[in-house]
């Protein structure tokens, strides 16, 4: 199949390899001319343009950092969508607001094109692995057609509902993530003041009913802090999103939202 691909960096570039490992024929967009000797170098067939990029393509693969970025790149008279053939498919993978969905899916309709509102959960060894997450906001029949090309890197994808609701799903997750792990930063400062080390109470912990995800990374790096010096720029946008979504949607953050802006969070996990 032939794939446009707009974005790279640590999350798009372990996708772009495995699509490629599959046998897909890609083509990946490189718009500074100081990368394109890079690209050739590892490669890459590569085009400068966000046309030049999707025009041929069956299904479009958007990887950015931003919402504002999703925007930019497939909307307008120069976006993905505008140049994609009818019939092609969208895939969007970026943490957005949900009404960013909407705008793709209002955009592709008027041109035949297919939107995947395809948010996910994991990370580079998650994809390395073929077992990131994703939860697909779509028609049914639309991830179908497509799930065949999820799978090269992605188990499970699960079906949440129409465009909108992947994102939706991704940012109550977020929300519950950031919270998790302000609540272990506490957690610890408890245990430090009833005399046990961090490192033995995150150990502990991971085998009884206090349990999570959140708190097995925090364990598997060592202590909070050095969680929080990795993650922490990543989890600011993500808080950032989450807030604005809800104060979009007038939903209440309710006792996540108070965790998100207490101190343990604020200075210990977003380094405010």
């Not at 890459?44 to 970025?69: I, N």
């Not at 930063?185 to 991971?206: M, P, Y």
């Amino acid at each position: 199949m032939r794939i446009g691909f707009i974005g790279a960096g640590r999350m798009g570039r372990p996708i772009l390899d495995r699509l490629m490992a599959a046998g897909h024929d890609v083509t990946v967009l490189v718009r500074r001319p100081q990368d394109r000797a890079a690209a050739e170098a590892d490669g890459l067939t590569w085009a400068g343009t966000v046309a030049e990029t999707v025009r041929a393509a069956d299904a479009v693969f958007v990887v950015v950092l931003t919402d504002e970025q999703v925007r930019s790149v497939c909307l307008g008279p120069d976006g993905a969508v505008a140049a994609m053939k009818p019939g092609a498919t969208l895939v969007q993978h970026t943490t957005s607001d949900p009404a960013t969905a909407r705008l793709l899916v209002e955009a592709g309709a008027d041109r035949g094109i297919r939107v995947l509102d395809a948010a996910l959960s994991g990370g580079p060894h998650d994809i390395a692995e073929g077992r990131l997450t994703l939860w697909v906001g779509a028609d049914e029949t639309v991830l179908e057609d497509v799930r065949p090309l999820l799978a090269t890197y992605a188990s499970p994808v699960i079906l949440v509902g129409p465009p909108g609701n992947g994102q939706r799903v991704k940012l109550v997750n977020n929300a519950l993530f950031v919270a998790q792990v302000g609540l272990a930063v506490d957690a610890v400062r408890l245990a430090g003041e009833l005399g046990i080390e961090e490192k033995t109470v995150l150990d502990a912990v991971q085998h009884g009913s206090g349990a999570s995800r959140a708190l097995g990374i925090v364990a598997r790096g060592g202590s909070v802090a050095a969680v929080a010096e990795r993650l922490a720029d990543l989890m600011l946008k993500d808080v950032a999103v989450v807030r604005e979504a809800a104060r979009s949607a007038g939903a209440d953050l309710g006792i996540i939202g108070a965790v998100l802006s207490s101190d343990a969070v604020e200075k210990k996990v977003l380094e405010r």
